[in-house]
């Protein structure tokens, strides 16, 4: 069965960090990208960082860049999401998401975590 459990999300201060990880099970881990997406009330799901499997190219959107980073571990299933000098401006629910296929699949699979809260506030 496919899970993506999310954890690490919680309140933090203004210019503090926070960790947030992704246990994968379920599929072939090591053939998908993965990515971090946040949503804020009201607003439209937004893009936040994303890594190829290799773990060798990662991406970020301009808000967090030099600010997060993302990085996988293949040998343990693990995406995480280091977020540093945090804005209240990034108070979202993040989401962890996986796409590719399994091994000798021809079905482009996607993965959705449950979310986990994030806020910052004073």
């Known amino acids: 069965q496919v899970q993506l459990v999310e954890s690490g999300g919680g309140l933090v201060q203004p210019g503090g960090s926070l960790r947030l990880s992704c246990a994968a099970s379920?599929?072939?881990?090591?053939?998908?990208?993965m990515r971090w997406y946040r949503q804020a009330p009201g607003k439209e799901r937004e893009l936040v960082a994303a890594l190829t499997s290799a773990g060798s190219s990662p991406n970020y959107a301009d808000s967090v860049k030099g600010r997060f980073t993302i990085s996988r571990d293949n040998t343990k299933n693990m995406v995480y999401l280091q977020m540093n000098s945090l804005k209240p401006e990034d108070t979202a629910v993040y989401y962890c998401n996986a796409e590719g296929r399994n091994y000798g699949g021809s079905i482009l699979r996607n993965y959705w975590g449950q979310g986990t809260q994030v806020t910052v506030s004073p």
């Open positions: 379920g599929f072939t881990f090591g053939s998908y990208t």
